[in-house]
């Protein structure tokens, strides 16, 4: 009986914490939009309030006063309410990679999911199934997940999802040193680029590479774009 008239105080938003404390109308966002918002949203589950809204302040008479600006998220999407900026923005990516990246992110491929819609119903080039989107090729497809595993090995320092999402959160909200951070970022843009570039073209029959030889190009892409950028004497990268 108590719990419907319990609120937190938000304040600056740096104590009240976004999923569990009691600051929403309706309850805890946790148990209003479930645990798996936490990974569609990019959010951890410890983030506070004031990491997931701008705070605009105002001077006025003496004083300054802390107004909620713009929040870091779009409640009610999936992937585009990520922040993209540190896939496609980064000084040791690939800019002409950074394109396909970001379309993929947005899902602005033209996958199965947009020729449907134009009366043309696609199946996955790689595996056949029915219904080829943007979340089956990267990377539920039984053909990318495996290229997937092989390139990324024990970067995440736990088991490779190939869910499309859960991949997105992890590489955003991940407690990972700078270089693991480099190279998951690298390894994630490349790989979408180039699975990209086989599914087009298997589609137009002047590809046909196994698992091993995608994969070996992605890690060779990587180790060459390191190269150039003057890291190939640090090991660890």
């Not at 690939?94 to 009366?119: K, V």
């Not at 959160?169 to 690298?186: A, E, K």
């Not at 589609?203 to 992605?218: E, G, R, Y």
């Amino acid at each position: 009986m108590a719990k419907s008239f319990l609120r937190y105080e938000v304040n600056d938003g740096n104590t009240a914490r976004f999923w569990t404390d009691i600051w929403y109308p309706r309850g805890r966002l946790i148990e209003v939009a479930g645990e798996i918002s936490t990974q569609r949203l990019g959010i951890r589950r410890e983030a506070r309030i004031s990491e997931t809204v701008e705070m605009q302040f105002y001077g006025r008479e003496g004083m300054v006063i802390m107004v909620p600006g713009l929040w870091l998220l779009k409640l009610g999407t999936r992937s585009d309410s990520l922040r993209t900026r540190p896939f496609t923005q980064f000084s040791q990516g690939i800019p002409r990679y950074a394109f396909i990246t970001w379309l993929a992110i947005h899902d602005r491929l033209s996958t199965g999911r947009r020729t449907s819609s134009w009366g043309q119903p696609q199946c996955c080039i790689f595996c056949m199934e029915p219904d080829e989107t943007r979340d089956h090729i990267f990377f539920a497809c039984p053909y990318t997940f495996m290229v997937w595993l092989k390139v990324t090995g024990n970067l995440f320092g736990l088991e490779t999802d190939p869910d499309w999402d859960i991949t997105l959160s992890r590489l955003l909200t991940g407690s990972y040193d700078r270089v693991t951070f480099i190279l998951l970022r690298l390894v994630f843009q490349v790989s979408v680029y180039l699975t990209w570039r086989e599914r087009n073209e298997r589609k137009h029959n002047t590809s046909n590479k196994s698992v091993a030889q995608l994969a070996k190009l992605i890690d060779k892409t990587v180790r060459n774009r390191i190269t150039s950028l003057k890291y190939a004497c640090n090991p660890r990268l």
